[in-house]
Structure formats: C-alpha cells, structure tokens
C-alpha cells in the first residue's frame, strides 16, 4: 500500500476518475464536465488540465477577469481520490466567494483523513506558485471544512454575505510559507 500524493493529472487515473466525477455530479458538483465527452477524449482533458501556464479556471469566465489555475489530484494506490485547485491570483469573485485554494475529496472517500491530507499537501505547491497567503473559503455551516482549515493554520477573517446568485461563505487566510 503506498502513501497519498499530490500529481498532476493523468491519463493513469481514467476509471477512478471518472467513477469519481460521477459521484460529484450526484451531488451537484463539476456538472459544467460532461463524463461521456471526457471519456472519449480523455487524453485531450489531461492535456487541458495540465497546460504549463495554467488551466483557465471555469466558472464565471464570460463575466470576470480570468485567472489560471494549477491542479492538482490526490492519488494513492493508482486511485484517483480528490482535486485541488490552486488559483494564481484572484480576481474580484474569487476574492469573496472561491477563493486560492479550493480542495475536494470523491464523497465515496470521504472521513478517512484525506481532506486534511490534501489541504496540507497543496501548501507548499501555492508557495511555489508565488502565494505566500492563500484565500479558502468555506460554507459556514462545513464543520469538517472548518475543522480541516483551522487544523492547517487558517485564521478566519470575515464572512461574505448571501447574493441572489451566490451562497455566504467564510473567508480563511492560510500561510503556505
Ligand atoms: C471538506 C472535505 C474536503 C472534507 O473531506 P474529508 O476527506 O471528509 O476530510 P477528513 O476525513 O480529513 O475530515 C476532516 C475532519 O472533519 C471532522 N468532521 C467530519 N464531519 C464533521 C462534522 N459534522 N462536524 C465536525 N467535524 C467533522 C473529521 O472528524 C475530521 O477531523 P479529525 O481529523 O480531527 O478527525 C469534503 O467534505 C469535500 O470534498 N467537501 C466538498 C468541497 C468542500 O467543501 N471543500 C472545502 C472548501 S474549499
């Protein structure tokens, strides 16, 4: 049995990968990654995700400056179990609701330690990317989020209010020196 680690993605992790983007559709999460068009281009996906200078992160793209991601996948065994993606710099959305640093575990491996794991492991990747302080936010009813962040170091600064489009969110420094 080998230790968890953070990798850039890869074509090794296709099944549990998908397996995985699967149980995030379930539960409203990546729905903008559609599984049969990656599958059949799976290739064409890791190439997006692993471009030099960064992936464009997604959302809101049409209407905000857009900002590169770095991500990253938590694999342990040959098994895909969750994602982290570290924005290079935010720009006024990611600012109040998402933040530098967003980390996900596949629900089906969640409780085990490796949300934590996989916060803890992206420290030192931000660092590098030049972030000295990286912005999390969480909802502020996450207890396990919460508990993961102040366990790593986060020092909670204030909470974004409610939009119509976007839901509250509390807003975490970390120190990734
Ligand atoms: C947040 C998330 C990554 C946690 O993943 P996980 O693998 O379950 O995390 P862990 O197993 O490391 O558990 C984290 C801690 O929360 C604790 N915890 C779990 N549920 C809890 C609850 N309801 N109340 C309080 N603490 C709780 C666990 O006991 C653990 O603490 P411990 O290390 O002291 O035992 C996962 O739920 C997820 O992917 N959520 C969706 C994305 C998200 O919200 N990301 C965070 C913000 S960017």
Not at 85 to 100: F, P, Q, S, T, V
Request: hydrophobic share 35%; with cysteine.
């Amino acid at each position: 049995m080998s230790a968890s680690k953070l990798t850039r993605p890869s074509l090794d992790f296709k099944d549990s990968f998908l397996e995985a983007l699967a149980e995030y559709h379930a539960e409203g999460r990546y729905l903008h990654q559609d599984i049969h068009r990656i599958s059949q281009d799976f290739p064409g996906f890791i190439e997006a995700l692993r471009a030099e200078r960064g992936y464009p992160h997604q959302p809101y793209q049409d209407w905000v400056e857009p900002v590169p991601e770095t991500v990253l996948w938590l694999v342990k065994d040959d098994q895909y179990l969750g994602t982290v993606d570290i924005r290079h710099r935010l720009n006024w959305h990611l600012e109040k609701w998402g933040g530098h640093i967003h980390f996900v575990v596949r629900p089906s491996m969640r409780g085990k330690g490796f949300g934590k794991k996989i916060l803890l492991k992206s420290l030192p990747f931000a660092n590098y990317l030049g972030i000295k302080k990286a912005l999390i936010t969480v909802d502020p009813h996450d207890a396990s989020a919460k508990k993961i962040i102040e366990s790593c170091g986060g020092k909670l600064e204030d909470e974004t209010l409610a939009t119509e489009q976007f839901p509250a969110r509390q807003r975490y420094w970390i120190d990734c020196n």
